[in-house]
Nanobody
Framework: QVQLVESGGGLVQAGGSLRLSCAAS????????MAWFRQAPGKEREFVAA????????YYGNSMKGRFTISRDNAKNTVYLQMNSLKPEDTAVYYC???????????????????WGQGTQVTVSS
């Protein structure tokens, strides 16, 4: 029903920046919120950031506050993740997610999201 495609990942030195994009297609009218999660080798999936589709509410994981910014372009059905002051521990596969019934209580839970992208690799060198 909804397809998500991430782009913008790559290699960057510590302290550098990257801007990830997630383009949604299909039944995008059903999307209430979109989010970014990440997963490093041997670790569980971690919440990064989320944004409502019809409002201006944003949410961030504790380690991302002050460094990452999530934004959206409704006309393009696209969500962005601006990542600044990157650290080696930010190295992971970053996934875009979306769902139509997200609430404040569940916005940081990966199990609350029905649709997922394929992921894009972000590698931060020391």
């Amino acid at each position: 029903q909804v397809q998500l495609v991430e782009s913008g990942g790559g290699l960057v030195q510590a302290g550098g920046s990257l801007r990830l994009s997630c383009a949604a297609s299909g039944r995008t009218f059903s999307i209430a919120a979109m989010a970014w999660f990440r997963q490093a080798p041997g670790k569980e999936r971690e919440f990064v950031a989320a944004i409502s589709w019809s409002g201006d509410s944003t949410y961030y994981g504790n380690s991302m506050k002050g460094r990452f910014t999530i934004s959206r372009d409704n006309a393009k059905n696209t969500v962005y993740l601006q990542m600044n002051s990157l650290k080696p521990e930010d190295t992971a596969v970053y996934y875009c997610a979306a769902d139509g019934g997200i609430t404040i209580a569940t916005v940081t839970h990966d199990r609350a999201y029905r649709y997922w992208g394929q992921g894009t690799q972000v590698t931060v060198s020391s």
